[in-house]
Each structure stands twice: as C-alpha cells, then as structure tokens.
C-alpha cells in the first residue's frame, strides 16, 4: 500500500499563487509517475499535471500550461514527493485537488484531497 499525504491549498485572489505538496509513503519503490488531478462537484476527475520520474518529464492539462509547474521535491531526500506550484490563479482553478501515484503494475494511488479556493 501506499499512502500520499497533502498539504497547502487554501484560498488566494485571482491572479495570486498557491503551493500543493505531497509525499508518498509505504510500497513507493514501483512509483512511476506522481500528479495531481482536481475534480469539481459534479464532474469527472480530471488531469492538472503528471510527472514521469524515469523521464522527468511532465505532461499538463492544457488549461493550465504556463501557469502552473509539477516538480520534484527536492528537500525530501530519498522521497517520492512533488510540489505543484500554481500561479495567476483564476476562480475556474476553485475546487478539490489530488495527488495520485501510479506504479510499475498500474496500481493506482490517491491521496485525501485539498481545497483550493481563488476569489474574483
């Protein structure tokens, strides 16, 4: 098993920046990518941005090209760890955000979720 812990989020005016963070624990060893999908009331989970550790590659939705960056967390040592900064946020960006892992073998991993607010 795998667990995935968050923090940041909160809420923040249009045009402002926020920080997500998250770190993986347990069976991590297989990871393969590590993201983040958000999902709004209603809606279907979608895509924000994955990162591929074998390729450190990101791919991210295209609503949010230019504004936002997935990255390593390098002061977790020796951690499967991301930070997804965020910046000119926009009140369409409001809503619930996830990590999700996904590992050599397709098991797939979600972590408990974040509210991320952004006020006109």
């Known amino acids: 098993q795998v667990q995935l812990v968050e923090s940041g989020g909160g809420s923040v005016q249009a045009g402002g920046s926020l920080r997500l963070s998250c770190v993986a624990s347990?069976?991590?060893?297989?990871?393969?990518?590590m993201g983040w999908f958000r999902q709004a009331p209603g809606q279907e989970r979608e895509l924000v941005a994955r990162?591929?550790?074998?390729?450190?590659?990101?791919?991210?939705?295209d609503s949010v090209v230019g504004r936002v960056t997935n990255s390593r967390d390098n002061t977790k040592t020796g951690m499967y760890a991301v930070v997804l900064e965020m910046n000119s946020q926009k009140p369409d960006d409001t809503t619930v955000y996830y990590c999700?892992?996904?590992?050599?073998?397709?098991?797939?991993?979600w972590g408990q979720g974040t509210q991320v607010a952004v006020f006109s």
């Open positions: 999700n892992t996904i590992h050599y073998g397709q098991a797939n991993y």
């Open positions: 347990g069976r991590t060893f297989d990871t393969y990518t």
């Open positions: 990162l591929t550790f074998s390729s450190d590659q990101t791919v991210y939705a």
